[in-house]
């Protein structure tokens, strides 16, 4: 890692620095992307054909668990405080939340545009299924959770006081 950032120049490397936490928060949201798109597809097509937005939240319940194990050990590893169960327990609340923000966009185009056989083709359902959920409702669910879990589940200021207990 440390060979690739040497090759960044220097007024880019300060962003990073800045940064750092947000850039951390977008690989680990990279990685469990292909962890969530992976199971979704493979799952869209073999047992689930039929009900994609089951898929949809399969997916994204695992990758979730991911999630919180990458981002509790290292992009928010200098935050948070709380007991761990409870850290938890608001985790996956906030990510219940951001399942259902993930679900909204796909659930309009299938429900409310009516985006799905018989009234359009399947290609065309499979063209609005990856848009709506795989981008866009990935896309508004990670910026909910970047929100909310530097302001609820690992807030600065509980670091800072077990720090000044010391």
């Known amino acids: 890692m440390q060979t690739a950032l040497d090759r960044v120049p220097d007024r880019y490397l300060a962003r990073l620095h800045q940064h750092q936490e947000l850039m951390k928060f977008a690989v680990v ?48 590893s200098t935050r948070g405080g709380r007991q761990r169960a409870h850290e938890a ?35 065309t359902q499979a063209l609005s299924n990856f848009i709506t959920g795989q981008i866009l409702g990935v896309l508004l669910a990670m910026a909910f959770r970047y929100w909310a879990l530097r302001r609820f589940v690992f807030p600065d200021d509980l670091t800072q006081a077990a720090l000044e207990t010391l």
């Open 29 to 76: 949201g990279a990685m469990t992307w292909f962890i969530d798109t992976g199971i979704v597809y493979t799952l869209k097509l073999t047992v689930l054909q039929d009900k994609p937005l089951t898929a949809r939240a399969i997916g994204v319940l695992i990758a979730t668990i991911a999630s919180y194990i990458l981002n509790r050990e290292w992009s928010f």
């Open 89 to 123: 327990a608001l985790f996956f609340g906030v990510s219940a939340l951001a399942v259902v923000v993930t679900l909204i966009p796909q659930a309009i185009a299938l429900y409310i545009f009516d985006i799905h056989v018989p009234h359009v083709s399947p290609t």
